[in-house]
């Protein structure tokens, strides 16, 4: 069970679908935290019946054009006259991929992470390791890639892991997310018949609307779940000893940690 965690960014995460991760005992976590880590992120109980204070943001039916609004369809409708959303190599990300997501991350309204070629090199490597879909979004005419994603596919399942668009496609009225998402949902839930599509977790840093986007325009919704944190000892000392001050922290990836260990239920 512990290899199907991995760590990122000092806490194991589990690696496979959500709604397949069970709940792990103090005695499993701290044999991890022995090997590697500052904390073990546990979530289970995806998709229960109450509310919570995490949650994953999933999509689980497809009704195509008919269950959006018609300002949705329309900037699909612009979208797809602009632009071609197809399936792609990993060599056309590895060569033409970093310019784009750098200006992606440097556009982001929270500035909680940095990308340089070493950290994109990493996470292509961790690509490369797994079973990954990458689409390209290309201008119509010219074929200039504007965008890409990557999907982490499991059995029935997937996650929109990483989106990046050139920030100027953004505000050209040209909405190329649009037409990328729909094409996307299509693909994983009509075509192949997935279980869900998910855009992840509750985002603890907020850099990006993406979420909030797909619950309004693409019929998304909150799988609701269970979160439990597992520290190490001296980390969770720390964050025990900062908490009832996170209004006065300025960090942010530490009011980060604190946001979600708030979250726990």
């Given at each position: 069970?512990?290899?199907?965690f991995?760590?990122?960014?000092n806490?194991w995460r589990y690696y496979?679908?959500p709604?397949r991760?069970?709940q792990?005992?103090?005695s499993?976590?701290n044999?991890?935290l022995?090997?590697?880590g500052w904390?073990?992120r546990n979530?289970?109980?995806f998709?229960?019946?109450?509310?919570?204070?995490?949650?994953?943001?999933?999509?689980?039916?497809?009704?195509?054009?008919d269950?959006l609004s018609?300002?949705v369809?329309?900037?699909?409708r612009?979208a797809?006259e602009?632009?071609?959303?197809k399936?792609i190599e990993y060599q056309t990300i590895?060569?033409?991929?970093?310019p784009?997501?750098?200006a992606t991350?440097?556009d982001?309204?929270?500035?909680?992470?940095?990308?340089n070629?070493e950290?994109?090199?990493?996470?292509l490597?961790?690509c490369a390791?797994g079973e990954f879909d990458?689409w390209g979004?290309f201008?119509?005419?010219?074929?200039k890639?504007v965008?890409?994603?990557?999907v982490?596919?499991?059995e029935?399942?997937?996650?929109y892991e990483?989106?990046?668009i050139?920030?100027e496609y953004?505000?050209n009225s040209?909405?190329?997310y649009y037409?990328l998402?729909q094409r996307m949902?299509?693909?994983y839930?009509?075509?192949?018949?997935?279980?869900?599509?998910?855009?992840?977790?509750r985002s603890?840093?907020e850099h990006?609307?993406?979420?909030p986007?797909?619950?309004q325009?693409?019929?998304f919704?909150?799988?609701y779940?269970?979160l439990k944190i597992?520290y190490k000892?001296?980390?969770g000392?720390?964050?025990?000893?900062?908490?009832?001050?996170?209004?006065?922290?300025?960090?942010?990836?530490?009011?980060?940690?604190?946001?979600?260990?708030?979250?726990?239920?």
């Amino acid at each position: 069970m512990m290899y199907d965690f991995i760590i990122y960014r000092n806490a194991w995460r589990y690696y496979l679908a959500p709604d397949r991760e069970p709940q792990l005992s103090d005695s499993l976590c701290n044999e991890m935290l022995k090997k590697d880590g500052w904390m073990v992120r546990n979530t289970f109980s995806f998709d229960q019946k109450g509310p919570s204070d995490f949650w994953y943001i999933i999509k689980d039916t497809f009704e195509g054009l008919d269950e959006l609004s018609s300002n949705v369809r329309r900037k699909i409708r612009r979208a797809e006259e602009l632009f071609e959303y197809k399936k792609i190599e990993y060599q056309t990300i590895k060569d033409f991929g970093f310019p784009i997501i750098e200006a992606t991350f440097k556009d982001y309204k929270v500035k909680d992470r940095s990308m340089n070629k070493e950290v994109f090199s990493d996470y292509l490597d961790y690509c490369a390791k797994g079973e990954f879909d990458y689409w390209g979004i290309f201008e119509r005419g010219n074929q200039k890639l504007v965008g890409f994603s990557t999907v982490h596919l499991w059995e029935n399942a997937c996650e929109y892991e990483i989106t990046a668009i050139w920030p100027e496609y953004l505000r050209n009225s040209s909405y190329p997310y649009y037409g990328l998402y729909q094409r996307m949902n299509e693909y994983y839930l009509s075509e192949r018949k997935f279980k869900y599509v998910s855009d992840g977790s509750r985002s603890i840093t907020e850099h990006s609307n993406i979420q909030p986007f797909l619950e309004q325009n693409f019929k998304f919704r909150k799988a609701y779940c269970k979160l439990k944190i597992h520290y190490k000892w001296w980390f969770g000392a720390i964050v025990r000893v900062l908490y009832p001050f996170r209004g006065l922290i300025w960090s942010r990836n530490v009011k980060a940690v604190l946001r979600m260990h708030r979250m726990q239920s």
